[in-house]
């Protein structure tokens, strides 16, 4: 622990150094997930903070503030003196007082070996119109967590639940605090009624009336020594005041039974306020526990729930009016986690396969598929279809499936930026932003591609890691340094196999066919499948070749 403080004291020393505003044009901020993602109250921008990166051997943590330009589609990056300290699992808030305010409460830090973590109890204001950082010191409010949820509710913030870990222990939390917007004073709540069971990762939302919405989130215990289960909570709850919202006012919390499809149980999923009084959530995993290992299935649907009429339902892309667009949509049924408007049972779980189109810098295209394992029939299907699907992957642009991302809702569009998946032991980091209008719900469209070259893994390795601790968690251009196994292909033409002038698809699939099984191999992880390695190889190998000529 003092330790991790010392870490943090230095890097605000190196941070106080900065002594004026410096706003920069930048390329798309580096791969992330857990940091957060706010709509300026008063422009068409977007407001990226923190979060963590982690490469197979070192955690990096974050506190660089980045403005996405939504008319230009352009990043920008913001230093302004005297920062909070780099976190992740924080929670962010805006305002429109006095041009726009972005409040920021709690989150971790975590060593860069990531076995240790501190936890924040911190609260700062950004002032979005003059540009600085400001720390409030009151007393009475929550202890260090992360993982908690905070909404801005009438002149008050609002934060409920969380955890604490520390090396040998850890705490979930139930307890709700407001902090005042006027009056800058903290107050604990003691609702009446019984309320929801300690938990991280919920969705909270406001209601018109100045009522809070909880559902979902995750929690853990200890059954015996070294033995932890993990509970996804599915139950839904509501928080109200009797009165205007005033500190003296009595709240009590009473349980929610909606109607309507729920989203199928899952944890790190993210969460928004939609336009026509909808909260609304998007992808997540549901990880299955076994002694050994845990093996999650990843989402990228989207579930509505309509406040007013208390009941859920999934969000269903319309599409452009083609034939061969709806077949298509047909299958994504499962992944998004939709069907026919009346369909009242729950959708399977999990996606079958991911399929992410990276372009390399040089122009490059690259395809890569990441198979997880599904319920059988899902599997047999998809196998028959592939063939079909090769031929239009070009035109299928939808997030992949991902937990921890970062949402934002700006003019009823959503954005969803960054966030994780895993296949076998690997974490790919995503750094790629997509939106979707809300009101039509037609389709995705991809803002930010993923760029390859930031996908790094390295396999654990006993060597001295403590040298770079410091410029590692620095964060910015650390997923530059090149590392000896890349876990994705880098892209580069030079690093494929060229097409020889005038050479057919089946004689350059025939001269290179080892190279590209040899590269699916290392994508997908020894356990896959040989029949379905060759087939990723394949299709890896098309999608180059029909880049290349």
Known sequence: QEDLEALIAEFQNLDAKKTQVIESSCPPPSPRLNGSLSAHPEKDELILFGGEYFNGQKTYLYNELYVYNIRKNSWSKVEIPNPPPRRCAHQAAVVPTAGGQLWVFGGEFASPNGEQFYHYKDLWVLHLATK????????GGPSGRSGHRMV????????????????????????VYAFNLDSFTWSKLAPSGIGPAPRSGCQMATTPEGGIIIYGGYS?????????????????????TEGAGREEDKWAWSRLNPSGVKPTPRSGFSTAIGPNNRSLLFGGVHDEEEEESIEGDFFNDIYFYD?????????????????????????QGEVEGAGDEEMEKQPPPGPVE??????????????IKQVISGPAEEKERSESEEDEEDGALGQQVEPCPRSNAMLAVKHGVLYVYGGMFEVGDRQFTLSDLYSIDLHKMEEWKVLVEMDPKAQEWLEESESDEEEDDMEGAEGGEEEEESSEEESEDEGGEEQHPSVQPDEKHADYLSRTEQYWIKLARSNMGPDAKEKKVVKVAHAMAKTFYEDSV
Request: proline letters at 2%.
């Open 152 to 175: 801005a509710c009438k002149r008050q913030l609002i934060i409920f639940g969380g955890f604490h870990e520390s090396a040998r222990d850890y705490i979930y939390y139930n307890d």
């Open 354 to 367: 991911i399929v992410k189109e990276v372009v390399a810098e040089d122009g490059t295209v690259m395809t």
């Open 220 to 240: 853990k215990q200890r059954i015996k020594k070294d033995v932890d289960k993990g509970t996804l909570h599915t139950d839904m709850f509501l928080l109200k």
């Open 307 to 331: 406040i007013g009429k208390k009941r859920w339902f999934p969000g269903q892309l319309k599409g452009p009016k083609s034939e061969k667009r709806k077949r298509r949509r047909g299958r």
């Open 132 to 139: 600085t950082w400001e720390q409030i010191k009151a007393s």
